[in-house]
């Protein structure tokens, strides 16, 4: 039997649509192209026959022109591939269909099912979503033709005004949607395509037909739910820019953390009433995701948000997959607050280092507006997409390595289409040794991990993701060693047989890349190479290592007495004072490693309040510590925020970092002024002089106190906001009667040093594994399940709960999302059980690092 791969499904997903791919214009939005890019999908589309892959944010009516399949015909279809709700795409669909009125077969693909576009809150569309929205996108694609070509008929001197078809119809696009950003100018200016007649057609037998003298396109609904982001065969996470990602995961009550993390459970059920959009979105992604994979899934699930996922699941299953054969499998739902711990902390993952190093992608225009159009309960996740910083292959005393010429002549095409821009006339080699626009770009350029890239069948992430730091840099040097033999390259560097070094790693793969048949055929090992020593670089590495040993000391203070914890937090709060953030003060790079800044103190404060509220829980009346050591710690943060303001960008001290900043200004000039004064001789004042300025001097201070003393009472207020937030954090462990009293919430139940203790789905999987019971885990029995208990039941025909530990394939899903240092986790209980036949498939919501963690909790 096969074995279960999540890019191997997705690809057999497209291939499936293989008839509706052929000689269409391929559309992807964000979210798509995110985990198309991933799976390396873009030359399955164009060996299926698509003419073209290009972006639904920024679509161009040359689209159609561009043709990248030498055998395709010209384009008469259309396929739009979406990750968003279908509320949320209209507008870009009905842009392309205008911008191509050649186009007679548009097929939309969404990931969103059709039950999930109806239960979805913010969704216009009712049971039957998919045939009311073709009906809709083609009423209000006919009506926008309608008016263009009256427009156009009531302008008798189109010159004179100097408006163009295409400007027309942005016009009136926009006046369709108003809460839509506005056309750029140069999309506006785009020639169209005309219009193809129909006699013309190659398909005698089209389903196109007319009215009202209007061509009509023939428009399909499709629901395609494998838009998934693999970071291998057995771990994925969901696109940053899709609906599924970008929705509320709780609402906001007493236990509520923030909307992109499940509340805190505390194993009371829920009414149903207040069911998060993402928990509904989640329930049908993961259920689709199951049937295409061709598994039956046994639900299990822990934590208050993952048993609704999982009874939405159940609700959905039916008499219908009782007799396909299926593979048997377990789905665990976890919810990502019964263990905040382990993605705040920095571990041992060279891809955790990698992904929190390197610059993302920015998001993508249509981000910010469904922002606004859904409310503030929607998410910004961190694009996936990793820029890989390819320039740094890149040297003045060795320019052969890239095409300069071409290069320059490929950016100044890529522009030509903004006319304010202007076009880069080629220079000759002899110039681009100097500051020129061709050297900045090939500095800029930068690569993008793809899953499928391997060596020798074993692929780069998936190899990395099975090996701590240093086992996995070693990995990678050996692998470019071995490219280099291949390739009968040598290097002028000493290597080292230990630990490699960053610039040893970068040396070598520039070797790789001597020239550019080179550079193609070894992009994998080359990208892969400069992203870990991007990462293994100063000041990354020095300030990740500073990391670690301020969380090694926060848990070995939680050995001894509350205090020294507190003591530890705030001399950590103390010392950031000294580093000034990037944003505030340009320093080079040697005089921050190693520091960490006051965002970096904050995320190091949530640490140790959770480690308090597990080794402290009854310390003081409202949180861990007691009174007195709370106080100091918000004095500490308000001093902190005085002397830095630009710390003050957190939800918690919205609207303050100008007035801190303007009071700090204030200060300083204050000061000066006072150094001033104080060269001048007293000699000059008489006794008059003297009284006269004392009683201006008094009047001005009491003013300058009073303002001080306002600024600091409100800061107060917004500090122990921020520490009633800390004190929640706090309750994690003792508000659950699953972590409090059971086996999962002890850290000596795997480990004796509390520091090197596992997290939660290390513990999880090797209780599961060993086919203990699990306290709070519960099964959810599907409608089939329940017949056999209430009505078989009586004769002895029953069936027994099936165990989790028992079945060949486990898929783990942590509702709220993941990090790479718990797959390593989940791997080393999976080997340490002894459980070969099991396999163990990972998947979360997105991928986190510290940083995304620390703006899921106080915001940014």
Known sequence: ????????????????ISEEVEGAVIYLDAGCTEAFQFIGAVPLLLELGACAVCSLENASALDAVVDWNSNAKNAKKMVVITSRLLSDAHRYILRCLSMHQAILHCTIFTSISEVAHSTYPDSPLGPDAFREYESLLLQDYEELVRKCEIEKKSLSRPSVFGRSEASILGENLASEDEGWSKFSPSEEEIPRTPRTPRENLDEPNSLVTKRDGLLRVDISVNHFPMVLCPLSPRV??????????????????????????????????????????????????LYHLAAKMDLKMEIFSLGDLSKTIGKIMMDMSSLYDVGRRKRSAGLLLIDRTLDLLTPCCHGDSLVDRIFSSLPRRQRSSSSSVNQNKHGPGTIQRAPLDAQIPLGKLYTKEEPAIWPIEGIEAFLSGWSSNEPSSPIPVPTD??????????????????GSFVTT?????????????????????????????ETMRREKVSVNVRTRTSFPAASELQSMAKAVAKDQSSLLRNKGIIQLAIAAAHSLSEPHTSHWDAFVSAEKILNASCGDTSQTLSAQIRDLINTSVLVKTLDQKEQSKESSQGLLSFRDALLLAITGYILAGENFPTSGSDGPFSWEEDHFLKEAIVDALLENPSGARLKFFHGMEEVLEANLNKHKSEKSKENSSNQSTLEDFDDDQWGNWGDEDAESNNEQVYGDMQLKLELRDRVDNLFKFFHKLSSLKTKNVTLRNGPLGLESSYGGDPYMGKGLLYKLLTMVLGKYEVPG??????????????????????QAKPSLGGQSVILVFVVGGINCHEVLEAREALSQSGRPDVELIIGGTTLLT???????LLGS
């Open 1 to 16: 039997m096969a074995m279960a791969d999540v890019v191997k499904s997705c690809l057999d997903s497209i291939r499936q």
């Open 850 to 856: 510290p940083n995304d963690m620390l703006d899921l």
């Open 429 to 446: 080699r002899s110039t681009i040794s100097g500051e020129t626009s061709a050297q900045s770009e090939i500095g800029s350029l930068s």
């Open 777 to 798: 885990l519960e099964y959810h029995s599907s409608a089939v399940t329940r017949l056999f208990k209430s009505g078989f039941g009586r004769f002895g025909l029953g």
């Open 236 to 285: 994925f996470v969901l696109p940053s820019e899709g609906t599924i990602a970008e929705a509320c995961l709780s609402s906001e009550h007493e236990d509520f953390l923030g909307p992109g993390l499940p509340s805190i459970s505390t194993g009371v059920p829920s009414d149903g009433e207040d069911t998060p959009p993402g928990a509904i979105l989640t329930a049908h992604l």
């Open 453 to 481: 890239e391997n060596h020798r069948g074993a692929e780069y992430l998936e190899a990395l993701m099975d090996r701590r730091t240093k086992d996995a840099a070693i990995l990678i040097k050996k692998w470019l060693q």
